[in-house]
């Protein structure tokens, strides 16, 4: 049983770039959550998509976009990159059951805005 | 809103020694809560978790009680090893509806154990 994928595993851009990256949910996960965690920090909530729609929002800006496609996929797009951008970001999966529900991660993709 | 509080590390301890990483956390309800291990440039690995007051979660040696009346969530270990040096995560997730499924980490606590 496959886990949760993200590609590509690193990533280097520069400032005012846009960057895409990609996550594949653990098999019979339908729901996918982003983090993005920065050196040192914990994770921090970006957004999550259930049924192909944002469902809840943390505090980032609008230069932090997403999607989710019918196979459960989900991309993550940043525009307009700044150098505090930098991070690793997460992506989990898991089931809308409950609070209890589990969230499995991923290895993520190290981004690094030059 | 949501928090969570953890002990300061680094945290650098012999193997064989007894491990407590502390937890503390602030939220409506009952959350549940939850460790996360990661290790060096790796994605986080849900360690154990609990979902209500009194709840025991434990796995690989580890253990932590839920605790409501003093809003704590306190990760042990009895006696660790070597590979148990990573760094460690608290999180919670709000119980307050479907849906807001967010989790909320701490800064996570480093530890090393030294043979």
């Known amino acids: 049983d496959a886990g949760v994928t993200q590609s590509p595993t690193h990533l280097i851009k520069t400032r005012g770039q846009q960057v895409t990256l990609r996550c594949s949910p653990k098999?019979?996960?339908?729901?996918v959550s982003w983090y993005q965690q920065a050196l040192g920090q914990g994770p921090q909530f970006i957004f999550q998509y259930y049924e192909e729609e944002e469902r809840q929002r943390g505090n980032f800006p609008d230069r932090f976009s997403g999607h989710q496609f019918p196979n459960y996929s989900s991309e993550l797009n940043v525009n307009a990159l700044l150098l505090g951008d930098s991070a690793l970001y997460l992506c989990?999966?898991?089931?809308?059951?409950?609070?209890?529900?589990?969230?499995?991660f991923g290895p993520g993709t190290r981004l690094l805005v030059l | 809103g949501d928090s969570v509080t953890q002990m300061e590390g680094p945290v650098t301890l012999s193997e064989e020694a007894f491990l407590t990483i502390n937890c503390t956390y602030t939220a409506t309800g009952y959350p549940s809560l939850f460790w996360y291990v990661q290790y060096p440039g790796e994605g986080l690995q849900l360690l154990l978790k609990?979902?209500?007051?009194?709840d025991k979660g434990s796995n690989k040696g580890f253990e932590a009680t839920y605790r409501k009346e003093t809003t704590s969530f306190h990760l042990e270990k009895g006696s660790v090893q070597v590979s148990d040096s990573a760094v460690y995560f608290c999180?919670?997730?709000?119980?307050?509806?479907?849906?807001?499924?967010?989790?909320?980490f701490g800064t996570g606590t480093r530890l090393t154990i030294i043979p």
């Open positions: 609990a979902t209500k007051a009194d």
């Open positions: 098999s019979g996960h339908d729901t």
């Open positions: 989990a999966s898991s089931r809308p059951q409950g609070p209890s529900e589990t969230q499995y």
């Open positions: 999180a919670l997730r709000s119980a307050a509806n479907f849906g807001n499924e967010k989790l909320t």
